[in-house]
């Protein structure tokens, strides 16, 4: 079986086992999230052995080129001595400029955005909470329009970084984030075509972040955002959204619930099911999904067999560390 090199100890692999699973198992402590491939949390350097394929699907050109791979992906063919990648660049100490209450759980982070900070709306980056443990949240903000970075966060109950964002995180202090990664953002060109997004919950950060820019850019077709809660509470950014519905002809904003009675001005039923009664045949639409992974893996499928190009399909779940096992992730 490979055997894995890492700070001058070996470590060896079960069959069938990852790079990640194997460290884990053996005691040592490393960065990791969502286990599946999404968060690049775990991302490290081979020095000595190809990495799999899989294990840098996603990952920027530049840093393949240099032998970056994630470690979660990665069941080693050979073996391997693997290092953490150069920090120097891909983490940035910022100051924390405001944190306030969008809806009864869910909170608006804002970050001073450190100098030569590059990103594009709906990407995400990796937040370090102050025991190391590392999360992933979608940019809200647009480079453009905004000069701070903008997250919208969940409070879970329980949650080791968003229990720590919630409750301890205040104006002043400092945090540590990483690059912004993920390629669910709007590229310029085909500015007629139709555009559906579908979030549940903060799925309508990075959503809202595509929006703004999508119409920054001059997009002409249009823009349908269909924001799905169980309850009505659960809804938020509902006047600034309606707004900007009533601002920008092209800009069509669907707040959903899908429990209970809605009030005035919001749909009945599951976001997902409301697009596709409203649009049953998205050929030639660009479509982003985002939020619950479950909502958004069935939403892919069905957007593809109601027309839409597989290249045409942007999606972002929002994978828990429930899927990682992780108590932790330091
Ligand atoms: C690419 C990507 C982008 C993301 N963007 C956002 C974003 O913009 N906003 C946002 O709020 N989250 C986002 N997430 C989810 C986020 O990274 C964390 O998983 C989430 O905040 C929980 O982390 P925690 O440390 O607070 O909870 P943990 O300590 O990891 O979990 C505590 C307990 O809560 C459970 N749990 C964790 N998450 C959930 C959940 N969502 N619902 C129910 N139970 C849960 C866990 O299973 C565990 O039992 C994103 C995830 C990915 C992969």
Same mark, same amino acid.
């Given at each position: 079986m490979p055997t894995i090199l890492y700070e001058g100890q070996d470590y060896h692999c079960e069959p069938g086992e990852s790079v990640l699973d194997c460290l884990i198992r053996q005691g040592v402590s490393v +960065?990791?999230?969502?286990?599946?491939?999404?968060? &690049? =949390?775990?991302?490290?350097?081979?020095?000595?052995?190809?990495?799999?394929?899989?294990? &840098?699907?996603? /990952?920027?050109?530049?840093l393949k080129a240099q032998n970056h791979f994630l470690i979660c992906s990665c069941v080693p063919e050979t073996d391997m001595q693997v290092a953490a990648p150069d920090q120097a660049g891909s983490r940035f100490d910022t100051a924390v400029l405001s944190v306030d209450k969008l809806s009864a759980d869910v909170?608006? !982070?804002?970050?001073?955005?450190?100098? +030569?900070?590059?990103? !594009?709306?709906?990407?995400?980056? +990796?937040?370090? +909470?102050?025991?190391?443990?590392?999360?992933?949240? =979608?940019? *809200?903000?647009?480079?453009?329009?905004?000069?701070f970075l903008e997250l919208h966060i969940r409070h879970v109950p329980g949650g080791l970084v968003s229990g720590w964002v919630a409750e301890k995180l205040q104006a002043g202090d400092t945090?540590?984030?990483?690059?912004? *990664?993920? &390629?669910?953002?709007? !590229?310029?060109?085909?500015?007629?075509?139709?555009?559906?997004?579908?979030?549940?919950?903060?799925?309508?950060?990075?959503?809202?972040?595509?929006?703004?820019?999508?119409?920054?850019?001059?997009?002409?077709?249009?823009?349908?955002?269909?924001?799905?809660? =169980?309850?009505?509470?659960?809804?938020?950014?509902?006047?600034? !959204?309606?707004?900007?519905?009533?601002?920008? *002809?092209?800009?069509?904003?669907?707040?959903?619930?899908?429990?209970g009675t809605p009030p005035h001005g919001v749909q009945s039923g599951r976001a997902t099911d409301v697009a596709l009664a409203d649009f049953a045949q998205l050929s030639g639409w660009?479509?982003?999904?985002?939020?619950?992974?479950?909502?958004?893996?069935?939403? &892919?499928?069905?957007?593809?067999?109601?027309?839409?190009?597989?290249?045409? /399909?942007?999606?972002?779940?929002?994978?828990d560390s429930a899927g990682a096992g992780a108590a932790n992730a330091v």
């Open positions: +960065n990791y999230s969502c286990k599946a491939g999404a968060c &690049q =949390s775990c991302m490290m350097v081979a020095v000595e052995g190809k990495p799999t394929p899989a294990s &840098q699907v996603g /990952i920027k050109e530049t909170v608006r !982070l804002r970050l001073a955005r450190p100098d +030569n900070y590059i990103y !594009l709306p709906g990407q995400f980056l +990796n937040l370090s +909470n102050e025991a190391g443990a590392v999360r992933s949240y =979608s940019l *809200a903000s647009v480079p453009e329009l905004d000069d945090v540590t984030i990483s690059q912004a *990664a993920g &390629q669910c953002s709007y !590229l310029p060109g085909r500015e007629t075509q139709p555009l559906l997004l579908v979030g549940t919950g903060t799925g309508l950060a990075p959503l809202v972040g595509i929006v703004r820019d999508a119409l920054r850019q001059g997009h002409s077709g249009p823009i349908h955002l269909y924001h799905g809660s =169980s309850t009505a509470e659960g809804l938020y950014l509902v006047s600034e !959204l309606s707004a900007m519905d009533e601002a920008n *002809a092209v800009f069509h904003y669907h707040p959903c619930v899908s429990r660009r479509v982003f999904l985002c939020g619950r992974e479950d909502m958004v893996k069935t939403m &892919q499928k069905k957007s593809f067999l109601a027309g839409a190009s597989i290249q045409d /399909i942007f999606a972002d779940p929002f994978i």
